[in-house]
């Protein structure tokens, strides 16, 4: 299909065109996260099978999408956008506190984020994987974003003179493969621990990397 079908324009039921278009739109990403996060999965669903979910016609699919793929791609960008915007928001609450109780803050509003639905942790960790180079590209650009998180606190940690001043990309794409496979292992059932002792355990990680044996100097 050469790109999508024409919008309807003008008002109807009291709704404009692009209100409507949200709602379709807002239908089949909810559809796409029960099916692919909780159903048969991204690979053995159709636009069919999606669109009957969704409550409307494949018609109205192409007018939204051209493939499923872009359905798997617009939730995944949104599940990591939820994460990131709990994040950010714990920490800009967190900001005065120590450096321990403030990594703390943001991962329990991470963690507690990204595992309040089973779905998210599916699209986000097993159902990207693989796909096409196209969205392997997506996969690796958001992490390399939460990459970039780490290594900014870091970064103000050691300004603070509260951390090692140190280039922290490798070890924070290395902690950041490790709090991805610890809460999908947990919320997959095959770690017996709390949400905090998640938490607990992360926060121990990172504050091993930030501050090594024999910092500081003068310790």
């Given at each position: 299909m050469a790109g999508r079908l024409k919008q309807p324009t003008g008002r109807y039921g009291g709704r404009t065109a692009e209100e409507r278009q949200a709602e379709r739109r807002r239908r089949f990403l909810e559809a796409g996260l029960q099916l692919f996060g909780a159903g048969?999965?991204?690979?053995?669903?159709?636009?069919?099978?999606?669109?009957?979910?969704?409550?409307?016609?494949?018609?109205?699919?192409?007018?939204?999408?051209?493939?499923?793929?872009?359905?798997?791609?617009?939730?995944?960008?949104?599940?990591?956008?939820?994460?990131?915007?709990?994040?950010?928001?714990?920490l800009a609450e967190a900001g005065d506190l120590p450096l321990a109780e403030r990594a703390a803050a943001v991962f329990r509003a991470y963690a507690a984020n990204v595992t309040s639905d089973p779905r998210r942790i599916r699209i986000a960790f097993v159902e990207i994987i693989g796909v096409s180079p196209r969205l392997e590209e997506q996969r690796l650009e958001r992490r390399s974003r939460w990459v970039d998180f780490i290594r900014a606190e870091a970064a103000r940690a050691a300004a603070r003179g509260e951390a090692a001043p140190r280039d922290?990309?490798?070890?924070?794409?290395?902690?950041?493969?490790?709090?991805?496979?610890?809460?999908?292992?947990?919320?997959?059932?095959?770690?017996?621990?709390?949400?905090?002792?998640?938490?607990?355990?992360?926060?121990?990680?990172?504050?091993?990397?930030?501050?090594?044996?024999?910092w500081p100097p003068d310790a």
């Open positions: 048969p999965g991204y690979r053995s669903t159709t636009v069919a099978a999606l669109s009957e979910a969704a409550g409307l016609s494949t018609r109205q699919f192409y007018e939204e999408f051209h493939t499923l793929e872009d359905v798997l791609a617009a939730l995944h960008l949104q599940v990591n956008d939820w994460a990131e915007q709990a994040a950010v928001a714990a922290y990309r490798l070890a924070a794409t290395a902690f950041i493969g490790s709090v991805n496979g610890l809460l999908h292992d947990w919320r997959a059932g095959w770690v017996d621990a709390t949400l905090d002792e998640i938490v607990e355990e992360l926060v121990r990680q990172l504050l091993a990397i930030l501050r090594p044996p024999g």
